[in-house]
């Protein structure tokens, strides 16, 4: 038997009953079904007012299309008044005034109806070809994890909230998902790569998080180095791109919106989050009305929390090398665009789905051969909060309607997984 052998019979003895990714996933159907049960069934169909019930649970605006109205207002300000594009609520880097410039020879009917077609378009590639495309490196057959999580995505909560604004979350984690991915499996194409992740960090702030995908060997610190500081020079030097005034009121807009963002049940930042306490204190028990008093640190130690974990996924990185994307940073670094910068509403959830896929549908069979139900345990935990932001708040009782603490809870169990499966992945690195 050849040393080979000898580990793979090592990593999977005897035949003890494996929770394998053909077995985990009724238990990731059995989540989502406790949750849609709870969060849609019940408000709906059996509410106290014996009546069904038809929400409005999307904080739709009319007439549709306001962030992209405003968006384009910002174009307008730059290239036809000849002023700084930060006028209003503006947040985003001075290139994505450039690239919407177009859209304002079409009437704005048409300018909304080819975002949301891109907006689907994007959502189909990084849904389901993406992980696809993973997939086929590794399985030979269409996952049913992979179209689990596509169709119940596709009538989320948060993809009909980014469709119904007109936002560009997704055109931004499309531009995200393709370059990691041309960096990972096409070495020779990796210029393009890094063009297009400067793109999505130009159009939204949120990818550059992303920075830590773009590592094939944790152990070649000279070249990660050289690479990351080139990709931040990058990126920093497209912040000019209309002038040093023009850079100087985007900084300004930043720092106002870091201190003081729109705090609402919607905005799952952590800032938010401590500061729905603050807003409504006066209405807590006393013992929560401690989050008022030390809001400054709460936000610092859950900020904390979001950076160990990510160094904890990092860390098993360096220590069990793999030739493929790494699904548990991926999803966690995710999971930390979501709910680190203060403004972060909900139709930005749309980008979620994306990450999950990839990582529970590239599961091999022996990835985690130990402590199955703990693993069972952890998955249907995962599950009901994953799927418990699928639907909107108006369905949720109060001391869920904020995503938060789903999404925290989904960077915890990823973080945990990660760590079981120490040595699974030796198979397959």
Same mark, same amino acid.
């Given at each position: 038997m050849s040393h080979k052998?000898?580990?793979?019979?090592?990593?999977? #003895?005897?035949? /003890?009953?494996? #929770?394998?990714?053909?077995?985990?996933? #009724?238990?990731?159907?059995?989540?989502?079904?406790?949750?849609?049960?709870?969060?849609?069934?019940?408000?709906?169909?059996?509410?106290?007012?014996?009546?069904? /019930?038809?929400?409005?649970?999307?904080?739709?605006?009319?007439?549709?299309?306001?962030?992209?109205?405003?968006? =384009?207002?910002?174009? /307008?300000?730059?290239?036809?008044?000849?002023?700084?594009?930060?006028?209003?609520?503006?947040?985003?880097?001075?290139?994505?005034?450039?690239? !919407?410039?177009?859209? $304002?020879?079409?009437?704005?009917?048409?300018?909304?109806?080819?975002?949301?077609?891109?907006?689907?378009?994007?959502?189909?590639?990084?849904?389901?070809?993406?992980?696809?495309?993973?997939?086929?490196?590794?399985?030979?057959?269409?996952?049913?994890?992979?179209?689990?999580?596509?169709?119940?995505? =596709?009538?989320?909560?948060? =993809?009909?909230?980014? $469709? /119904?604004?007109?936002?560009?979350?997704?055109?931004?984690? !499309?531009?995200?998902?393709?370059?990691?991915?041309?960096?990972?499996?096409?070495?020779?194409?990796?210029?393009?790569?890094? !063009? $297009? !992740?400067?793109?999505?960090?130009?159009?939204?702030?949120? #990818?550059?998080?992303?920075?830590?995908?773009?590592?094939?060997?944790?152990?070649?610190?000279?070249?990660?180095?050289?690479?990351?500081?080139?990709?931040i020079t990058l990126n920093f030097g497209l912040l000019f791109i209309l002038g040093p005034q023009v850079f100087v009121d985007f900084l300004k807009a930043i720092k106002t919106q870091a201190v003081n963002p729109y705090v609402w049940i919607g905005n799952h930042s952590i800032r938010s989050f401590v500061g729905l306490f603050q807003m409504y204190g006066d209405r807590l028990p006393d013992k929560l009305s401690l989050m008022t008093t030390y809001s400054g640190l709460i936000q610092f130690v859950l900020l904390v929390f979001v950076a160990v974990c990510i160094l904890l996924i990092i860390l098993q990185a360096y220590r069990r090398p793999q030739k493929d994307i790494n699904g548990y940073l991926l999803l966690a670094c995710t999971v930390g665009s979501l709910i680190i910068p203060p403004v972060s509403h909900d139709y930005k959830l749309s980008i979620l789905t994306a990450p999950v896929a990839v990582l529970f549908s590239t599961i091999h069979d022996n990835t985690y051969h130990r402590l199955p139900i703990i693993v069972s345990i952890l998955v249907l935990a995962f599950s009901l909060a994953y799927s418990s932001v699928l639907f909107s708040y108006t369905n949720k009782p109060i001391i869920l309607s904020n995503n938060l603490p789903a999404l925290m809870t989904m960077l915890f169990i990823i973080t945990g997984l990660s760590l079981i499966t120490k040595s699974e992945y030796l198979m397959n690195s």
């Open positions: 052998d000898l580990q793979y019979e090592r990593i999977r #003895p005897g035949n /003890e009953p494996l #929770p394998n990714s053909n077995n985990l996933l #009724p238990i990731m159907l059995a989540g989502f079904l406790i949750i849609y049960f709870v969060f849609f069934i019940c408000p709906v169909f059996l509410n106290s007012k014996h009546n069904m /019930e038809f929400f409005k649970y999307v904080s739709a605006i009319n007439p549709i299309g306001v962030d992209l109205k405003q968006m =384009l207002s910002y174009s /307008e300000s730059w290239f036809m008044l000849k002023q700084t594009p930060y006028i209003g609520a503006n947040l985003y880097p001075p290139l994505a005034t450039v690239l !919407f410039t177009p859209l $304002l020879f079409v009437d704005f009917a048409t300018a909304y109806t080819m975002i949301v077609v891109v907006n689907l378009g994007v959502y189909i590639f990084t849904t389901y070809f993406f992980p696809l495309w993973l997939i086929a490196r590794t399985k030979r057959y269409l996952s049913p994890w992979l179209m689990f999580f596509f169709i119940t995505g =596709l009538f989320s909560y948060g =993809l009909q909230f980014e $469709l /119904e604004r007109g936002q560009f979350n997704l055109i931004a984690m !499309f531009f995200c998902l393709f370059s990691i991915w041309i960096y990972h499996h096409h070495e020779k194409y990796r210029w393009w790569a890094y !063009f $297009l !992740f400067a793109i999505s960090i130009q159009l939204k702030v949120f #990818p550059a998080i992303f920075i830590v995908m773009f590592v094939h060997d944790w152990k070649d610190w000279t070249n990660n180095i050289k690479r990351l500081i080139g990709l």
